[in-house]
């Protein structure tokens, strides 16, 4: 928790400071749509995180994000696939992409960047192909699967923010983080995931199965990433495969990094990775709050992460000085 | 494989940008595109319709060119380039070398397109069709003027809202020509201005305010269907007696639909559209939405195939004096929709869900 208090720092600032300058910001309506935003960056987040752990990285979470997202509406409604075997089919799909994913860089020793990085295009690509780049939609229909993404429920009035509903998004986001934080905290694999981020030479050496453990993080992200694709695509119920999902990986590796995770492995926080999530959507609903032109979005959003990525630095340094300062005067008393 | 690495990055990168950047026409959804080409004869000219992208607007289009290939006698091909300017140069380059007997063409970017234009005018017949390029040797244009069509589009928010109130345009992106003028439209006729297609009002001053209406504000997304939503739903919350909601570019109202019918305030927020994108039929004919202003892409295809075969037959009478040909916007609203929609699935041959 200590960690990532600069993050959380951060965002209570942006919220704090966006919520005096537009009480608008803090209505109800408002607070439902910015909470599903950040619960469904946060789900993509959390994936990456688990290879970010290992060292790793995945830049094809955009286009699986776009893959799935268009073929879910594809196969139900141009298909007529009964949905369960189009959920069948998109999870099944996203697993075989994380499993590819782990087995070209454990077994051929790909750089795990390169390896997602053809993904990117794979999948942007085979998304484009399969529907001719034609719009993909629910029409209408699935409303009860389209839930999932906009469903409310009824908190009842809450003081100073009116009729008040929880988006399900949430709900899911925060199921999938718990059980995210026990796997990595409180169970043998997470700890192995950890431990082989480290040091993976160290790891193979102590008698962990370290290719196994990468496999199992690139499956797990895949099968996130498929799940965020079906949240997003329920979500906008208007998918066009040659965009959607772009730069979501970014999006998702960022929330990863500010919310602790270091991108040389070993390192990480479910909780940060959730905070980092809510970052960019709060900012970008903030701009349009306080009516800042659309084109300098962009910018703030930089300025305001990197001044915030700046000063938890500065902090941490402090105090890690003040630490050893102290253990200093301690060895000296002695 | 460090070198590897960064070509695969570079080459990633730049195809995402284009990806992101130049996936659409401004006024149109996507497709089932990619371009085709009929042979009517051996002996007919071959001619060629480049559109600047994918999207179902230019499925349209390409019936009406493949349609006026039959009746003009001519072998069409239609080109829609899937990553933006390179995509269309490339596009053009190929055609020129195999001959072609002209080419009309939706320049992306005509300022910064201008070697390529006089390279395609040097070899062949060049029209330009859907966005002109005035500055080349074009012989003429075909389309419709975006800023009267941006005033019809206003005409609807009016409509809609007789007694005055707030408005918040949505547009995918601003750089682009057509997308400015059609704002400007917009803005000057629901404000009650005069014509002119010099003004423009920076959508970074904030607030417009007529006498019974004001332009709130005018939000961009670049594309992004999630950040369209995402703002049209910021809109709702900021703006508690919004009045009315317009998306200039197709795939934007079907997006401020969803937002409207999630706040539960269909009815009560104003939707006005630009293009047929079926969703935005099928909402007016609900009477979740006014109206739309439409173009008429089938006619863009259909005249630019016959200017160009009579002119591969050396027949420069076609081009008409001022070298515009004007194929105007039209209006459709709850009490001609159907109509519309009808001849539209006449024309494309396609059903349309959701159509009685």
């Known amino acids: 928790m200590k960690k990532n208090l600069g993050i959380l720092g951060l965002f209570l600032v942006v919220f704090i400071a966006t919520a005096f300058a537009n009480p608008d910001f803090v209505n109800a309506y408002n607070l439902e749509n910015l909470i599903r935003r950040a619960s469904l960056y946060g789900i993509i987040g959390i994936g990456v995180s688990l290879v970010i752990i290992t060292s790793g990285i995945d830049l094809s979470i955009g286009s699986m994000i776009g893959l799935v997202g268009t073929m879910l509406p594809y196969l139900l409604i141009e298909h007529g696939a009964s949905l369960f075997t189009g959920l069948l089919a998109v999870v099944a799909l996203s697993a075989s992409i994380g499993l590819i994913h782990g087995l070209l860089i454990t077994r051929l020793k790909l750089q795990p960047f390169v390896v997602t990085l053809c993904g990117l295009l794979i999948y942007r690509g085979c998304a484009r192909w399969m529907t001719g780049d034609s719009v993909q939609g629910f029409k209408g229909n699935y409303d009860s699967l389209r839930y999932l993404a906009i469903g409310k429920i009824p908190l009842g009035t809450l003081p100073g923010i009116g009729e008040f509903n929880l988006p399900v998004p949430f709900l899911l986001m925060t199921g999938l983080a718990i059980v995210a934080a026990i796997f990595l905290n409180k169970t043998i694999y997470g700890r192995y995931l950890l431990a082989l981020g480290r040091n993976e030479q160290a790891a193979r050496y102590s008698g962990i199965n370290t290719d196994r453990m990468v496999v199992l993080a690139y499956v797990l992200c895949s099968l996130v990433a498929g799940f965020g694709g079906i949240l997003f695509a329920l979500d906008s119920n208007s998918i066009q495969p040659d965009n959607f999902g772009s730069f979501y990986e970014l999006y998702a590796i960022a929330a990863a990094v500010l919310g602790g995770c270091s991108l040389r492995g070993g390192q990480g926080s479910i909780f940060g990775v959730v905070i980092g999530a809510a970052i960019l959507p709060l900012l970008r609903n903030s701009i349009n709050l306080l009516g800042m032109p659309t084109t300098l979005e962009f910018a703030i959003i930089g300025v305001v992460i990197l001044a915030g990525v700046i000063v938890d630095e500065v902090v941490k340094r402090m105090a890690a000085k003040r630490r050893a300062a102290l253990a200093a005067k301690q060895a000296s008393g002695s | ?356």
């Open chain 2, 1 to 356: 494989m460090k070198n590897l690495s960064l070509f695969a990055f570079l080459a990633a990168v730049s195809l995402t940008f284009y990806g992101c950047t130049n996936s659409s026409d401004p006024g149109s959804t996507g497709g089932a595109g990619g371009g085709g080409e009929s042979t009517i004869s051996a002996d007919a000219p071959k001619v060629a319709y480049v559109t600047n992208g994918i999207a179902s607007f230019w499925d349209i289009a390409e019936k009406g060119a493949m349609d006026g290939g039959k009746e003009f006698d001519a072998n069409v091909i239609v080109k829609m380039p899937a990553n933006g300017v390179e995509d269309q140069k490339r596009m053009c380059q190929d055609l020129l070398a195999q001959g072609i007997k002209g080419i009309a063409i939706s320049p992306i970017d005509p300022d910064n397109q201008g070697d390529l234009l006089d390279e395609i005018s040097s070899h062949t017949n060049l029209i330009t069709q859907d966005s002109d390029a005035p500055a080349s040797k074009r012989l003429c244009y075909i389309g419709m003027d975006n800023y009267t069509a941006g005033r019809m589009c206003g005409k609807l928010v009016k409509e809609a809202m007789p007694e005055g109130g707030s408005v918040i345009i949505l547009v995918g992106r601003l750089a682009q020509e057509n997308a400015k003028l059609r704002r400007q439209g917009t803005i000057d006729e629901i404000l009650g201005r005069s014509e002119d297609r010099t003004r423009y009002d920076d959508p970074n001053d904030g607030e417009i305010k007529g006498e019974k209406y004001t332009i709130l504000d005018t939000r961009t997304d670049g594309f992004d269907f999630g950040k369209c939503k995402d703002n049209a739903q910021d809109a709702i919350a900021k703006y508690e007696d919004l009045g009315c909601m317009v998306g200039l570019f197709a795939y934007n109202p079907p997006l401020i639909l969803e937002a409207v019918r999630e706040a539960g305030k269909v009815g009560k927020i104003k939707i006005v559209s630009f293009d047929e994108d079926e969703r935005s039929l099928e909402a007016i004919q609900k009477g979740e939405m006014y109206g739309t202003t439409v173009q008429d892409p089938y006619n863009y295809g259909y005249k630019s195939v016959e200017i160009l075969a009579a002119l591969a037959r050396g027949d420069k009478s076609v081009i008409p004096e001022g070298g515009v040909i004007n194929i105007p916007a039209r209006n459709i609203r709850k009490d001609n929709v159907d109509e519309f929609w009808t001849e539209l699935k006449r024309l494309t041959a396609k059903e349309a869900p959701g159509c009685c």
